[in-house]
T-cell receptor, first 116, second 112 residues
Framework: EPEVTQTPSHQVTQMGQEVILRCVPI?????FYWYRQILGQKVEFLVS????????KSEIFDDQFSVERPDGSNFTLKIRSTKLEDSAMYFC??????????????FGDGTRLSIL | SQQGEEDPQALSIQEGENATMNCSYK?????LQWYRQNSGRGLVHLIL?????REKHSGRLRVTLDTSKKSSSLLITASRAADTASYFC????????????FGSGTRLLVRP
């Protein structure tokens, strides 16, 4: 069964450094998402991406965050200058698009980001 | 406002028993989805129920949706130790992004 893959599984970065989290969504999916989960807390929506542009972003997704689909398969999340509070599990998800009907989202296993 | 709050927060049952988890939400939705998360892993989609549906089954899972009460329940019948995980409800609205809003989850422990 096709799956969403994320790399790396664990990223340790010094505060203030840039980090790029990578995702390969399911190949025939057109909608892509990033979510994060701070330890012990809810899964929070960060951003959705469709047709090579952001369709919605949350308040968390400030100017330090950006997303890109650099080629036909990868979907990346960049944090320009990391803060301690960015430490969390980051999940990528993708879904099919059928007009007017939400579809299940398929999640990767996540990247655990630890900011020191 | 918070969306998708589950109860109980934690549930411990014996293998073979049924497990029921509830979810309440505040705003109008297009659909409600249930996900499972094993420790340290990603979220696995279990079942999606649309706002015009009242009940849905998938194997040992039964989901109900009451839009008048803004609530949903997930029933796992004949539980197994492998069902031990956290279970989350997530609501989706029909808008341009299809984002999901997750609840805080129920931690289910099934004792062998």
């Amino acid at each position: 069964e096709p799956e969403v893959t994320q790399t790396p599984s664990h990223q340790v970065t010094q505060m203030g450094q840039e980090v790029i989290l990578r995702c390969v969504p399911i190949s025939n999916h057109l909608y892509f998402y990033w979510y994060r989960q701070i330890l012990g807390q809810k899964v929070e929506f960060l951003v959705s991406f469709y047709n090579n542009e952001i369709s919605e972003k949350s308040e968390i997704f400030d100017d330090q965050f950006s997303v890109e689909r650099p080629d036909g398969s990868n979907f990346t999340l960049k944090i320009r200058s990391t803060k301690l509070e960015d430490s969390a599990m980051y999940f990528c998800a993708s879904s099919e698009v059928r007009k007017g009907r939400n579809q299940p989202q398929h999640f990767g296993d996540g990247t655990r980001l630890s900011i020191l | 406002s918070q969306q998708g709050e589950e109860d109980p927060q934690a549930l411990s049952i014996q293998e073979g028993e049924n497990a029921t988890m509830n979810c309440s939400y505040k705003t109008s939705i297009n659909n409600l989805q249930w996900y499972r998360q094993n420790s340290g892993r990603g979220l696995v989609h279990l079942i999606l129920i649309r706002s015009n549906e009242r009940e849905k089954h998938s194997g040992r899972l039964r989901v109900t949706l009451d839009t008048s009460k803004k609530s949903s329940s997930l029933l796992i019948t004949a539980s197994r130790a492998a069902d031990t995980a956290s279970y989350f409800c997530a609501t989706g609205k029909m808008d341009s992004s299809y984002k999901l809003i997750f609840g805080s989850g129920t931690r289910l422990l099934v004792r062998p």
